[in-house]
């Protein structure tokens, strides 16, 4: 087996991700690896990047600028709305995310980033907007991609996907 990491395979891997100042934002938890298919976009450009062509058992380390992750922050994306915006019952709460039509075509996430009395900050933005990313990755296992995989866009099966249709 010398699979390496391209389009159209599922590749399992454990990682750490952590900011600028070394806090660990996310990782996969000890023996439940992330299963993702490669070249569709389910994880950030920088990060599929850096794994295209690695083999199984490889480790890296590598640092990826916002513009390669979740974008650059852009102010626009900030409002400050009243409670009522809100359908009842919306957990109004800060990291609470919400999707919202922001014209006839197009849906936005809008996460709760403050929120004062009766006025909600939101941020179209992703949490992670503006950050750099520092990764510790280890590729555990590469196979091809089923062509069921390939029509859903992502991994199923063991740390993938996990549903029947
Ligand atoms: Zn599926």
Redesign the pocket.
Known sequence: MSAIIADNHVVTIAYTLRNDAGEVLDASDPGEPLSYLHGVGQIVPGLEDALTGKRAGDALKVSIPPEQAYGVHDPEGVQTLPREAFPPGANIEVGENFQAEIDEDNMATLWITEVEGDQVTVDMNHPLAGETLHFEVSVISIRAASA??L????A?GAHG?D?H?
Request: hydrophobic letters at 10%; charged letters at 10%; proline letters at 0%.
């Open positions: 069921n995989e029509a859903h866009g992502h199923h996907h549903h249709h």
